[in-house]
């Protein structure tokens, strides 16, 4: 769900004041793009939902130093990153399918689709987090350039480069998967 820059300014205001229920819609609206964040640098699904809750925490404990709305989502996403990078730091692990992953296949489109998840997802953690970051923001976050470029703390025509080198990375990492990637579902 999307909000406008107003009712963004509005929310961040109330939030620093204390309110909770601007807290609240704060981590509905943005939740997702934080799991989704946090879980593409860990691969790990159920520490996700708790560096999620860090993140937030931590969001929320420094919200005050938010000086304009439109910085607040590339702040919220630089907090991310780094709650997932001292995850990472610290437990060094390595994805492993989940039994609720398992559990939720069903039928044999589901399991091509899921497949092909898997082998992407392989792929990516097999990148450096830098990389893995660019292309999460870029790909699947949708972030623009400038947004991208706030968030890693890089010039915009140093992203532009950096995301080109990251999806030669991938491509590489994907390489030997085309079949399944491109075959029809």
């Known amino acids: 769900m999307k909000s406008t820059n107003d009712d963004l300014e509005n929310l961040i205001r109330r939030a620093k004041d204390g309110d909770e229920q601007a807290m609240t819609r704060l981590v509905t609206i943005h939740k997702a793009l934080v799991f989704t964040i946090v879980l593409r640098m860990t691969n790990d699904y159920y520490a996700s939902q708790d560096l999620t809750q860090e993140t937030f925490i931590k969001v ?38 989940s039994l609720e992953e398992v559990k939720n296949v069903q039928g044999h489109s589901n399991l091509e689709m899921t497949r092909r998840r898997m082998i992407i997802q392989d792929a990516l953690a097999k990148l450096a987090e830098r990389d893995r970051m660019l292309l999460t923001l870029a790909y699947y976050e949708g972030f623009n350039l400038s947004e991208v470029a706030e968030v890693m703390k890089m010039t915009e025509s140093n992203i532009k480069i950096s995301i080109h080198r990251a999806r030669r990375r991938l491509r590489k990492h994907l390489e030997g998967y085309e079949h399944e990637l491109l075959s029809a579902g």
Do not use: E, G
């Open 60 to 97: 929320f404990l420094n919200i005050k130093k938010v000086k304009n709305a439109q910085h607040f989502r590339p702040w919220m996403c630089t907090i991310a990153r780094n709650v997932a990078r001292d995850y990472f730091r610290k437990s060094k692990r390595r994805r492993t399918i």
